[in-house]
């Protein structure tokens, strides 16, 4: 039996505690929002909300112990996620938790044209994103080894998943790269994700990097295309790389841009995983029914992307 604390139980931090339900004493939940945590309390979950902006504002925290998943996502603008290292010095006063597992992203590696991937590529990120990605990750390993506590890095790729599938891009008919510009992309199923994640806690030790992703690149293009087949809309007209330079915002064009090919070999094999959805078709295919399913039940409406 072991306690859980979330730090930014969104998306995925959700899917992790509901894994943990039946099998722990408690799971504790960091949120942002007061309807998102009392939410979570109904389902059992202790909660608390704190946005990390303004380290006044945090709580005390009680992670003593503690397998600690930090999900928080970097704030906009700068090479330094200032959340991660106000959360990081909220925590150097108080007891120490068991085991930290960050989860990070594949942004942190450099561009490499049609390359491939490996933990010990390097880590020189073109993207401001990918900076503060590189910083809270080093910021939580600085912690590891300053506090004794074992830390484990997840480089994650992009996620998807019911009520995660670009479907404002596609019902607004948002201009793709042509396929034939259009370079590898790398994704990985949100239910997936929560199992490695899990799967991290229990066998990871300390220092480890995993690579996340489901080892079946496809370019955004593509991806797209399968979105939309999926869900049943018309697909994306299709312009070449100068115009998308014009057409598209300049992030959405640096996702179209990148070119990376994720190699999840180790994720595999050392963390035992046996992906739910190894392939993007079954991934969508699940992803596009529960979607419609809580979209006619009025349960959760898809988000806006």
Do not use: W
Not at 141 to 158: D, N, Q, T
Not at 198 to 224: C, H, L, Q, W
Not at 287 to 302: C, D, F, H, V, W
């Amino acid at each position: 039996m072991q306690n859980i604390f979330i730090a930014g139980c969104g998306y995925i931090g959700e899917r992790i505690a509901r894994s943990y339900l039946e099998s722990v004493t408690e799971v504790t939940c960091m949120v942002r929002s007061a309807e998102h945590a009392a939410k979570l309390e109904s389902a059992g979950f202790t909660t608390f909300i704190s946005a990390l902006d303004d380290p006044v504002t945090l709580p005390a925290l009680n992670i003593s112990g503690r397998i600690l998943f930090y999900l928080v996502p970097p704030p906009g603008g700068g090479v330094v996620d200032t959340r991660a290292r106000n959360f990081i010095a909220h925590i150097s006063q108080a007891e120490r938790p068991e085991k930290i597992i960050y989860m990070s992203a594949t942004s942190v590696y450099s561009e490499v044209d049609s390359g491939m991937i490996t933990e010990e590529s390097a880590t020189s990120p073109d993207s401001a994103m990918g900076k503060r990605r590189l910083d809270a990750e080093n910021a939580f390993l600085c912690y590891g080894a300053e506090f004794a506590v074992p830390v484990v890095i997840l480089r994650v790729s992009g996620i998807y998943g019911p009520g995660r599938l670009p479907l404002m891009q596609i019902s607004h008919g948002q201009p793709l790269l042509r396929e034939d510009e259009s370079g590898p992309s790398n994704r990985i199923h949100a239910d997936d994700l929560a199992a490695i994640c899990v799967a991290a806690a229990e066998k990871a030790v300390n220092g480890d990097i995993f690579n996340v992703s489901d080892g079946r690149p496809s370019s955004m293009t593509s991806y797209f295309n399968a979105c939309a087949d999926a869900l049943g809309y018309p697909r994306q007209p299709q312009v070449t790389r100068d115009e998308a330079r014009l057409v598209m915002s300049p992030l959405m064009f640096s996702y179209v841009s990148t070119s990376r090919v994720i190699d999840n070999s180790r994720m595999l094999r050392r963390l035992g995983i046996q992906l739910r959805y190894a392939t993007l078709s079954e991934g969508l295919a699940a992803s596009a029914l529960q979607s419609s399913q809580l979209i006619n039940t009025g349960n959760r409406p898809l988000p806006k992307q």
